[in-house]
């Protein structure tokens, strides 16, 4: 696609459920990540892809928190039992290499859980 | 580890005015530098960027200038608009690294 394109725009949830947000990167982008904006904060890293290496999954906050990308493409991260805490803008980004020529952003999923 | 640490906001200033947000980083390689800006309700846009030591990174009038010597990669617009009203964040990405490490933003007003 022109873009890397994320959805829902919008999730309201309520504490204790799971949600599975999705992000579609640019084609040809190997590379993929996962931000997470928290009001008034900076971005957090969440997960890595890169092709069919292991992901990096240094940044995933908790258990709760997990990631997955089908045949090199489409990326789903999912939280489980959601907390208040979780809500937050998720970004997606992808990447034709890793540094050097920066990185294509989504619009993000804006999560609230009530 | 890599780090990124940028000017404290807000910063508002009337339009017309210079604008200076500062941005110094520590990196154990040898890093590709950015900014980005985010629009009030828009998503992360690449401003510019800087691959290597004295690089001038260059758009929409903005500047910075990779400085290896100070470590540093300060935004710099001679001339502010009302447009240019938005979250500003630096970036690192270190050659053979797995992600951009981002400051913590500055969010910018200009007032008419």
């Known amino acids: 696609g022109a873009g890397v394109s994320q959805s829902p725009s919008n999730k309201v949830t309520e504490k204790g459920k799971d949600v599975e947000l999705r992000c579609d990167p640019i084609s040809g982008h190997t590379a993929l990540y996962w931000y997470r904006q928290s009001l008034g904060q900076g971005l957090e890293f969440l997960i890595y892809?890169?092709?069919?290496?292991?992901?990096?999954k240094s940044g995933l906050p908790s258990d709760r928190f997990s990631a997955e990308r089908t045949g090199g493409s489409v990326s789903t991260l999912t939280i489980q039992r959601t907390q208040q805490e979780d809500s937050a803008v998720y970004l997606c980004a992808s990447t034709t290499r890793t540094g050097g020529r920066g990185y294509t952003f989504g619009s993000g999923t804006r999560l609230t859980v009530v | 580890g890599d780090s990124v640490t940028q000017m404290e906001g807000p910063v508002t200033l009337s339009e017309e005015a210079f604008l200076t947000i500062n941005c110094t980083y520590t990196?154990?390689?040898?890093?590709?530098l950015f900014w980005y800006v985010q629009y009030p309700g828009e998503g992360l846009q690449l401003l510019l960027k800087?691959?290597?030591?004295?690089d001038k990174g260059s758009n929409k009038g903005f500047e910075a200038t990779y400085r290896k010597e100070t470590t540093s990669f300060h935004l710099e617009k001679g001339s502010v608009q009302v447009s240019d009203s938005a979250v500003y964040f630096c970036?690192?990405?270190?050659?053979?690294?797995?992600?951009?490490?981002f400051g913590q933003g500055t969010r910018l007003t200009i007032n008419p």
């Open positions: 892809f890169q092709g069919n290496s292991a992901p990096d």
């Open positions: 990196a154990t390689g040898y890093p590709s």
């Open positions: 970036a690192l990405s270190v050659e053979g690294a797995q992600k951009l490490v």
């Open positions: 800087a691959t290597k030591a004295d």
